[in-house]
């Protein structure tokens, strides 16, 4: 009979412990907000976590081990575009220098990299002679990544951030939007782990609104 009573107790500890590790619902307007005028997204049938950064960004630089870890965990139907935010001129460069190692192949390899050479190096990239010094340290082509980083293509896509932040009614960097219709960000959510959880809900829910939407399709 003990034993019984034992093993009783141990299901229900363990059937709490479950419970407890579920994260909690999502808070729409405390978590998370709709997006005023929804807008179509660039990653066609995948759902699209459009992230807005800015370089010199503290905040952003914090953020960014903790979101390459997530991004491991990203579902399959789901793709994450960044883009650098500009609210100001001296965004610019920063966006500049994104959109150039874009159209290069070389986020990848060095993105962290330009994180960490404004934040712990101290280094002026918005410069353009320290840019190019450092990016020729990075084993990269300087003729090349400047004649890029001066088209006009790179501006133009640059000007995209600001653009875009502007449609979205954005204040602020980092923030994050789920299928063009849900803003998020650490000052909403409160914390990273926070942050993570809401992007996994709202990417789920996402994925329903579009299953709901092709079924009303047909």
């Not at 997204?41 to 953020?63: M, N, S």
């Not at 340290?137 to 300087?142: E, F, K, L, P, Y």
């Not at 992007?199 to 789920?204: F, S």
Request: a positive charge; charged letters at 25%.
């Amino acid at each position: 009979m003990l034993a019984r009573a034992w093993a009783v107790l141990a299901a229900a500890f363990l059937a709490l412990s479950v419970y407890a590790a579920e994260p909690e619902e999502a808070f729409e307007g405390h978590d998370y907000t709709r997006v005023n005028a929804p807008r179509p997204v660039a990653t066609g049938d995948k759902i699209e976590v459009l992230e807005f950064f800015w370089y010199r960004c503290p905040h952003c630089y914090q953020l960014e081990p903790g979101l390459q870890g997530w991004l491991k965990t990203l579902p399959k139907d789901a793709q994450i575009r960044r883009m650098p935010a500009v609210f100001r001129e001296d965004w610019l460069p920063g966006a500049k220098l994104y959109h150039t190692l874009a159209q290069m192949g070389l986020v990848d390899r060095l993105h962290a990299k330009v994180f960490h050479a404004y934040h712990a190096e101290k280094l002026n990239l918005n410069d353009p002679a320290v840019l190019g010094t450092w990016i020729a340290g990075q084993a990269v082509d300087r003729k090349k990544f400047e004649s890029i980083y001066n088209s006009f293509t790179t501006q133009s896509l640059a000007n995209q951030g600001g653009q875009l932040a502007f449609a979205y009614d954005l204040r602020g960097v980092p923030a994050f939007i789920v299928d063009g219709k849900y803003h998020t960000s650490v000052s909403m959510t409160r914390s990273e782990k926070r942050l993570f959880e809401v992007l996994d809900q709202l990417i789920a829910k996402a994925r329903a609104e579009r299953g709901n939407s092709k079924k009303a399709a047909k």
